[in-house]
């Protein structure tokens, strides 16, 4: 198996610096809106077992990349507490029964992941079967805030009223919430650990929306407990942890003492600064930007280029984007990306620079 990411991920020696990408199986794939059409709509991809592997695989079969990312949504773990999951074209997700009454919080309880969210668990097993050890499989969640920022909301936000309204008014109440998400979370990945995936990342999107105080508060103090509760080895494999706050790199101090093995930066924070303030505390992820994928393929290779000497010819770093992938990037784009991130990292490991 090319296991270059998991051997990354522990800050191990490898000849090239792994690369894949955040939501690297969507819409900017034609082979994608083609399943998805076939499937009727968004949540039945992510529902159905057999076509979720499809799109797993799709970015695999056009990409050397180094390993896959489960194809499901974050939004998945409430839809299974019973908020009602849904979605509308061109405006993102909702939910039937966002959190705004106090009973609703009190009566809130994380889902069985073996029941609920079964349809992911399969679809775990019958990415593994087809992947057939070629790459590492990546299982993720939502973390704990950012569920709740979902839940509380009832779909995307540009300021968070609800939210935050919550938080200074009536933070017992959000404090409920996400004890509840962090036992969500925890379990959920767990079950995905245990049906295969060999490395799981916690996405904190909305994290970086708080004031200092408050991130530590309602979102660094739940992704620690979701990273105590953590399987840490399968099938006597250390399980390798990523953890990613969207906005978070004022915070990576912090963040790397979170408990987890690697943590993903957006194109706002320097690697280079980013090593020398961790040390060898954790390994990075990331962090080109998005955008840089419409541009040229010179421009493309340029600043590929930058995000790997920024790091160094060093152990511990996963090449990927600062953000998920833009649904309007050409597949070309990424074809000149990936093979830049593996020709150039191996050159920069012969010549020692950084």
């Given at each position: 198996m090319?296991?270059t990411?998991l051997?990354?991920?522990?800050r191990?020696?490898?000849d090239?610096?792994?690369v894949?990408l955040m939501?690297q199986?969507?819409?900017?794939l034609?082979?994608?809106n083609r399943?998805?059409?076939?499937a009727g ?7 159905n077992p ?6 797993t ?7 050397p990349?180094d390993?896959?990312?489960l194809?499901?949504?974050?939004l998945t773990?409430?839809?299974a507490?019973g908020?009602?999951?849904y979605?509308v ?6 939910f039937e029964?966002?959190l705004?009454?106090e ?6 309880s ?6 609920g969210?079964?349809?992911?668990l399969?679809a ?7 992947l057939a050890?070629?790459?590492p499989?990546?299982g993720?969640?939502g973390?704990?805030?950012t569920?709740a920022s979902?839940?509380?909301e009832g779909?995307?936000?540009?300021d968070?009223?609800m ?6 008014s ?9 004890e ?8 959920y ?8 995936v ?6 904190d999107t ?7 105080p ?5 979102s660094?103090?739940?992704l ?7 399987l840490k080895?399968?099938d ?5 942890t990523i953890?990613?706050t969207?906005g978070?790199g004022?915070?990576?101090?912090a963040?790397?003492?979170a408990?987890y093995?690697?943590v993903g930066?957006d194109w706002?924070t320097?690697?280079a600064?980013?090593r020398?303030?961790?040390g060898?505390?954790v390994?990075l ?5 998005p955008?840089v994928?419409?541009a040229?393929p ?6 590929c280029?930058r995000v790997l000497e ?5 152990p511990?770093?996963?090449?990927n984007l600062g953000?998920g992938i833009?649904?309007?990037t050409?597949?070309e784009?990424?074809s000149?990306?990936v ?6 990292s191996?050159e920069?490991?012969?010549t020692?620079a950084?």
């Open positions: 090319n296991d990411l051997r990354a991920l522990r191990q020696p490898t090239h610096t792994p894949w939501r199986a969507g819409r900017y034609p082979e994608y399943t998805r059409a076939r709509s968004f949540l039945d991809l992510c529902r057999g076509l979720a592997t499809e799109v695989l799709q970015p695999l079969a056009r990409f990349l390993a896959a990312i194809f499901s949504d974050i773990v409430p839809d507490m908020l009602g999951l979605f074209e061109g405006e993102g997700p909702r029964r966002p705004r009454d009973w609703m919080i009190r009566d809130l994380p889902p069985d992941p073996t029941v969210l079964r349809y992911v399969d775990v097993a019958e990415i593994k079967r087809a050890g070629e790459v499989l990546i993720f969640s973390s704990p805030f569920l979902y839940m509380i779909g995307g936000s540009s968070f009223r939210l935050k309204t919550m938080l200074y009536r933070p017992d109440l959000l404090h409920r919430i996400l509840v998400n962090a036992v969500a979370v925890t379990d990945l767990n079950a995905q650990i245990e049906a295969g060999q490395a799981v990342m916690v996405f909305w994290g970086g929306i708080l004031t200092p408050a991130y530590r508060t309602f660094l103090a739940y620690e407990r979701v990273a105590d509760g953590l080895h399968r006597g494999e250390s399980v390798p953890v990613f969207k978070g004022q915070w990576l101090e963040i790397a003492g408990g093995d690697a930066l706002t320097d690697l600064e980013a020398e303030r961790v060898q505390q390994a992820q990331g962090n080109l930007d955008m994928l419409m040229d010179d421009a493309i290779r340029r600043e280029r920024s790091f160094g010819a060093h511990g770093h996963v090449f953000h833009s649904q309007f050409p597949p784009s990424v000149v990306l093979e830049c991130v593996h020709a150039t191996r920069l490991r012969r020692g950084g």
